[in-house]
């Protein structure tokens, strides 16, 4: 019975699916199943996922009308053997490190109080040649509350950092039993599902974090990233779910309570007050011009942010 099982949505992905298994073939961990999901593609991507699955016996292939990467995740998490103990939710165009799911399991094998673990991530263009370094960031509250970026040796990632939405991925190992408990992945959500789902088991136990680069992230034309109102939609979803969360132990209550207090003091206003840092040079030559500019309204959007969020912070304890 395979511990792991890697799980790939698969949509209009025929070009890189071949080298995506490649990479889960070579890992040096071997107990896993890979499990491919057409999510309704238009192209080939039903038939390469079905060659694929002729290569390894641990191969499966499934497919659905197109739903969505959250609902093709979900349908994969269903159709995993019973007995596996892990879910690795690793894009079709995505890369696998040959260590990753060893590193991962050990990470998890000996830290039972984690429910799920992380890595960094290294990004490769459309012909998996290396980018530059662009790192996981992973903001947390810092000396006297101010935000600052956790480094990748820090162990664990506070839940406040997937509440606030500020640092996200999919490259993670999940304990399968967890999943299956919290509910899986929210299919309404096609932008910060992940930062949703990585919130949702830090809530529940704790989120680890391991420094190497297991994953290898591909950017290119195709890929399915939206901007704009995709985004803004996406996150006041996200961000009404979380503001409305109410917990159901006093572990949770202290969480949430830390949450909303770094979101709505620290986080938000803190964007703002850091171009105003970062602006601050500029104005030793004179106040003016654009960098000028950008420290006022930076400086009284902050401002306005501080106040909003000490109102709401407040009021939710009215």
Same mark, same amino acid.
């Given at each position: ?166 640092? *996200?991925?999919? =490259?993670?190992?999940? %304990?399968?039993? $967890? ?5 899986? +992945?929210?299919?309404? #959500? &096609? ?97 003016? *011009?654009?960098? =000028?500019?950008?420290? %006022?309204?930076? $400086? ?5 942010? +501080?106040?909003?969020? #000490? &109102? ?7």
């Amino acid at each position: 019975m395979p511990r792991v099982s890697v799980i790939v949505p698969c949509y209009k992905a025929g070009r890189y699916l071949p080298a995506t298994v490649d990479s889960v073939l070579r890992q040096t961990f071997s107990s896993w199943e890979l499990i491919l999901v057409d999510d309704g593609s238009p192209d080939d991507t039903l038939e390469t996922a079905r060659v694929q699955a002729k290569r390894d016996p641990r191969i499966r292939f499934f497919t659905q009308p197109n739903q969505g990467q959250s609902a093709a995740r979900n349908l994969g998490a269903c159709e995993a053997s019973p007995g596996s103990e892990f879910f690795y939710f690793l894009d079709a165009d995505d890369l696998l490190h040959p260590e990753a799911l060893a590193r991962l399991v050990t990470f998890l094998d000996s830290h039972p109080e984690a429910g799920v673990v992380t890595s960094e991530k290294a990004d490769i263009d459309s012909e998996g040649n290396p980018l530059p370094p662009n790192p996981v960031r992973r903001w947390a509250s810092g000396f006297l509350g101010w935000p600052q970026k956790l480094h990748p040796t820090v162990s664990t990632t506070p839940f406040a950092t997937y509440y606030s939405g500020c640092a *996200g991925g999919i =490259w993670a190992l999940y %304990r399968s039993r $967890l999943f299956l408990q919290i509910g899986g +992945w929210n299919e309404a #959500l &096609r932008a910060f599902e992940d930062c949703d789902l990585l919130g949702r088991f830090a809530l529940a136990s704790q989120a680890g974090h391991v420094p190497e680069v297991l994953n290898y992230y591909r950017k290119h034309s195709s890929q399915m990233t939206g901007k704009g109102d995709f985004i803004n939609s996406n996150y006041v979803a996200f961000r009404a779910f979380w503001d409305s969360c109410r917990p159901t132990n006093s572990r949770e209550a202290q969480l949430l309570n830390n949450a909303r207090r770094f979101h709505l003091l620290w986080h938000e206003p803190g964007r703002h007050f850091r171009i105003c840092l970062k602006t601050a040079p500029a104005l030793i030559k004179g106040p003016r *011009g654009q960098a =000028w500019w950008w420290f %006022r309204t930076n $400086l009284a959007d902050g401002a306005k942010a +501080w106040i909003r969020g #000490l &109102r709401q912070y407040l009021k939710s304890h009215s």
